[in-house]
């Protein structure tokens, strides 16, 4: 399929890299395509970026039938652009779609069409270690109809954002909160898809952590709520003695692609591992024994982040001595420098866009 490239008239200007915050700042030109139920995904597009316009009746308004995903393109000194692990997002957006009766798309198309935007939106892409190019692929049900069944008409994006760190304080560490009263997602529901439900399930909850002064929900499993799941926007590791333990993915936890760079990672390293459930109990007693070294959340927007406190009830956990640790620091050094291009990718998790 052809890509119909309509450019903007006059290009916006990309905020200093010390002024980017997370979300604000979008390019210019955005990827657009359709899908009917007769000719299959359809006109390919880059057009500038601007408001979409679309029936109120528009599924998605009201069943929420829609999917995204989140990853990056960093520039490297040499002044390259390249995209970390993209194609593993669109296959997470593939069982995104299978998950919520979406569409899926083609990997290797989209690949194509991302590098075909990024090539023009280049100078977008900021250059300071801790900024990059967030991409946003997302696909709407648009069907004009208020019965409940899956739509027949789609819609795919994606739209690029120069981004700096998702929490204003960077790297230092975050507090987060755990919720004993509310659940993101259940065993057997859509928890491990990144569908926009899940995200508007958590407000609530968050939005009691942060008039507690916590910037984020840490999950616990909702049936028992016993067991840690994952936190607001990223998932979550404890080093205990010098075990790095994160929660098993059970099917109510997103599959981060950080999370599975971190375990790769740290298996190469030696370090040893494990991928298990961890109740709040076993937090408590590490914490109160001295074994509790770290912790931390990974993420694409979130990168590592140390978390310094946690809230469960009546029992503050502060964790280190508010300094990133140096497992936490560890993960970042090596996963920042794949990304920006300063040390070898051995990985193969480098994909070169120009
Ligand atoms: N968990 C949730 C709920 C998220 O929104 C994200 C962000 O994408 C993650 C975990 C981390 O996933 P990834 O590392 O693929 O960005
Ligand atoms: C990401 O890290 O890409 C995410 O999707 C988190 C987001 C909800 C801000």
């Keep these: 399929m052809e890509i119909a490239v309509t450019r903007v008239g006059q290009a916006g200007t990309r905020p200093k890299d010390e002024d980017l915050g997370f979300g604000t700042a979008f390019t210019d030109h955005m990827f657009v395509m359709d899908y009917s139920t007769d000719k299959g995904w359809h006109d390919p597009r880059i057009e500038p970026f601007a408001p979409v316009t679309l029936s109120p009746a ?8 829609a999917i995204f995903e989140g990853l990056k393109a960093y520039k490297t000194p040499e002044k390259k652009v390249q995209l970390f692990r993209a194609r593993d997002n669109f296959d997470r957006l593939n069982r995104s779609a299978r998950g919520l009766c979406i569409p899926e798309v083609d990997i290797d198309f989209v690949m194509d ?18 900024t ?9 049900a648009t069907d004009p109809f208020l019965g409940v069944r899956s739509s027949f008409t789609f819609k795919f994006f994606i739209i690029l954002c120069s981004v700096g760190a998702y929490y204003a304080g960077g790297l230092a560490p975050v507090k987060i909160w755990v919720s004993k009263d509310h659940v993101r997602a259940v065993p057997g529901g859509v928890g491990e898809f990144k569908t926009a439900g899940n995200y508007a399930a958590s407000l609530n909850a968050g939005e009691i952590a ?5 910037a984020q929900v840490l999950w616990l499993d909702a049936l028992e709520r016993k067991y840690v799941e994952e936190v607001g926007a990223m998932n979550i590791f404890f080093v205990i003695d010098d075990e790095l333990v994160t929660p098993n993915l059970t099917g109510s936890i997103l599959p981060g692609i950080t999370r599975f760079s971190v ?13 298990r459930k961890i109740s709040m109990d076993e937090v408590l007693d590490a914490h109160a024994s001295g074994r509790l070294k770290e912790v931390f959340g990974s993420g694409t927007a979130a990168v590592i982040s140390p978390v310094g406190e946690i809230c469960y009830g ?8 508010g300094n990133p640790g140096p497992v936490a620091m560890k993960f970042y050094q090596a996963l920042t420098s794949i990304q920006y291009g300063t040390a070898k990718d051995t990985e193969n998790w480098i994909e070169p866009v120009v």
Excluded: C, N
């Design 58 to 65: 528009a599924m998605v308004f009201h069943y929420g039938q």
């Design 113 to 130: 069409a991302l590098k075909q935007l990024l090539k023009l939106e280049k100078d977008w892409i900021p250059e300071t270690l801790g």
């Design 132 to 140: 990059s190019l967030y991409i946003r692929p997302f696909i709407i």
């Design 210 to 214: 942060k008039k507690q002064g916590y």
């Design 263 to 275: 375990i790769d990672l740290a298996k190469k390293w030696g370090m040893p591992v494990s991928e």
């Design 314 to 321: 009546d029992r503050v956990l502060h964790i280190g001595d």
